[in-house]
């Protein structure tokens, strides 16, 4: 079993940053793809970021590339994303969720069969 928990959202204002985590708990080294999501009220949920945990694959949404980067610390079993630049569209609960290597690579939230419960982030102008 795998459980996910979000932490780092935050109130910025367009240009900052943060850095949102996601702790897994359960052996996911080698075995899952952390993608991160989001969404907006009243938008449907929106794929951000994706990586193979353990090891260096990862792929970004148009929409961030450049200004994220989703990261790993295996020792801490922990996925991160940092995200810069932040503007008022990226304004969202975020959410980690988790995918076996087993299966297809997807973008599809209804895909991911392990889900944290979100952080917030909201960007202001």
């Known amino acids: 079993q795998v459980q996910l928990v979000e932490s780092g959202g935050g109130s910025v204002q367009a240009g900052g940053s943060l850095r949102l985590s996601c702790a897994a708990s359960?052996?996911?080294?080698?075995?899952?793809?952390i993608s991160w999501f989001r969404q907006a009220p009243g938008k449907e949920r929106e794929w951000v970021a994706l990586?193979?945990?353990?090891?260096?694959?990862?792929a970004y949404a148009d929409s961030v590339k450049g200004r994220f980067t989703i990261s790993q610390d295996n020792a801490k079993n922990t996925v991160y994303l940092q995200m810069n630049s932040l503007k008022p569209e990226d304004t969202a609960m975020y959410y980690c969720a988790a995918r076996s290597t087993y299966t297809t690579v997807s973008r599809d939230p209804k895909d991911y069969t392990y889900w944290g419960q979100g952080t917030q982030v909201t960007v202001s102008s």
């Open positions: 359960g052996d996911i080294y080698g075995r899952y793809r």
């Open positions: 990586i193979y945990v353990g090891g260096i694959s990862t």
